[in-house]
């Protein structure tokens, strides 16, 4: 069971991790009169914009297409916040297509039933690929690219996510409430004692102290406590390719297409760059690291953790990525996937997982001063407008009935190979990032 919260107002909080979940919560927190007179810091271990944070890059789905109408629900709120005053100017709403190939995709039929039930009037369904080449204006059907069954859902749409993160980071910079600090968290001040955690220890062996510690470090937070078989980080591959303004221009008008079946989307261009990217399983990185709550300095774990352009600046993306991307461009775009067309760059981009997709946003079971906002899934951008009040709402002991279940520090601990995740998940199972990188030809550093 979680603690429960703290009744106080506490009079400083550090917030450590300024990506979507942190973030909007500072902003949040800015905005209640109740924390008025409360210290907010927010750290990070990279200057704004964290390049290889899950929350920065060219563009992320703004979708109410949940098979959990809960999520549904809360994105529908989002998304009223996105097309009118959070960042408008980088809101596209050009539609998102989800599809499968075959009616096994559970998924698709789940999240139409809720959006078709929230009231979406914006929705055509799609009994074919021949349907869906046309909804998407690709240049060919095929079930391995645009899949055979499916809907658009011309409500939802995508955002630039690092220009949102821009809008926001601005927004509460001006509000001058906010100490915003670059710095690597080491570890927890954690008082085994008492069983309380009163901030954290940072690289260079300074200290911030604080009332409320906030652990909002997205796929990192399993570096700064025992997160086995509660989150798991998981990397996701993305390419890029640059195309012309006439080539923009025409694909610009059409939705976001995202094939359940084996996680493949490609998401309409901005920018001159056309993204391809996958929505899967993802890569294990399995890493061992001192134990973050152990007074043993010999003790370890092996828990998987990001690696990324930051760690090598030459890291590249495992071939297999590189081929199920190339062969899903081919079979929707044939004229786009040709040999002179090559992506001109890539990266891996973490998730941070948890057993069912449900985010974990909750007291930490044992340690008094430490909240715990994370386990983003893969789905958590579109919710950059209100998540932070959410999470500001779970802070002060309301969290909001519908996630009571889905939110909170589970009961047990799960070995992650029996985790079944909210089911949107497509592709290849079981990669882990060190093999994949091997049978590309490269070796991690
Ligand atoms: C490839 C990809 C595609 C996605 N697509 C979508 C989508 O289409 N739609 C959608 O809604 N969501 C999507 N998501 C999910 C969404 O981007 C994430 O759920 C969300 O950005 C998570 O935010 P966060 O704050 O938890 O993590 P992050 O943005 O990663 O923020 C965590 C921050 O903590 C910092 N940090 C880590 N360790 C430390 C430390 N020790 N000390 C100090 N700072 C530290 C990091 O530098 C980072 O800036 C996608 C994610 C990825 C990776």
């Known amino acids: 069971m979680a603690s429960t919260p703290s009744p106080h107002i506490p009079s400083s909080i550090l917030i450590i991790g300024g990506g979507v979940f942190g973030l909007s919560t500072a902003w949040a927190l800015c905005r209640r009169p109740e924390y008025k007179n409360s210290s907010i810091t927010v750290i990070d271990r990279l200057s704004f914009p964290a390049t290889d944070g899950s929350s920065i890059d060219s563009s992320r789905i703004i979708r109410a297409d949940y098979s959990a109408a809960v999520y549904s629900k809360l994105a529908v709120k989002a998304l009223e916040r996105w097309r009118t005053d959070f960042a408008p100017e980088h809101y596209h709403q050009s539609g998102l297509c989800v599809t499968a190939a075959g009616p096994e995709q559970k998924y698709v039929t789940d999240s139409l039933a809720n959006v078709q039930a929230i009231g979406v009037d914006k929705i055509e369904v799609l009994g074919s690929s021949e349907d869906i080449k046309r909804a998407c204006g690709l240049e060919a059907a095929s079930p391995n690219g645009g899949g055979n069954v499916g809907y658009v859902n011309w409500s939802s749409g995508w955002a630039n996510a690092e220009g949102g993160m821009r809008w926001l980071r601005e ?3 001006k509000l001058n409430r906010v100490k915003f600090v670059v710095g690597k968290v080491k570890k927890l001040q954690i008082h ?3 069983n309380t955690v009163s901030g954290a220890i940072l690289e260079d062996s300074s200290e911030i102290h604080a009332d409320l510690t906030i652990l909002a470090a997205g796929a990192w937070s399993a570096s700064l406590i025992d997160l086995r078989g509660i ?4 990397g996701q591959a993305l390419f890029y390719m640059p195309i ?6 025409k694909l610009s008008k059409n939705p976001t297409i995202l094939n359940l079946s084996n996680g493949l989307f490609m998401i309409p261009p901005a920018k001159g760059l056309l ?3 996958r929505h899967g399983d993802g890569y ?3 890493t061992t690291i001192p134990h973050p709550e152990s007074t043993d300095p010999n003790e370890t774990i092996t828990v998987s953790l990001p690696y990324t352009h930051v760690n090598d600046p030459n890291l590249s993306v495992p071939i297999e990525a590189h081929r199920e991307c190339r062969d899903f461009l081919s079979s929707i775009h044939p004229s786009l996937a040709v040999p002179s067309r090559p992506f001109t760059h890539s990266k891996i981009c973490w998730y941070t997982d948890t057993r069912n997709g449900d985010f974990l946003i909750t007291y930490h079971p044992k340690y008094k001063g430490l909240f715990v906002a994370t386990g983003g899934s893969g789905h958590g951008y579109k919710f950059l407008p209100v998540i932070g009040d959410s999470i500001l709402e779970c802070i002060m002991g309301r969290t909001p009935e519908d996630f009571k ?4 520090w589970p009961e047990e601990r799960v070995p992650e190979e029996l985790w079944k995740g909210d089911g949107s998940r497509g592709g290849p199972v079981g990669m882990v990032l060190e093999e994949e990188l091997r049978k590309s030809g490269k070796a991690r550093l």
């Open 192 to 194: 085994h004692q008492t």
């Open 284 to 286: 294990i990185n399995p």
């Open 275 to 277: 993204k391809i990217a």
């Open 405 to 408: 279940d889905r939110w909170k």
């Open 231 to 234: 989150c798991k980080s998981t």
């Open 244 to 249: 012309s303004p006439s080539e923009e221009a």
């Open 171 to 173: 927004k509460v910079e």
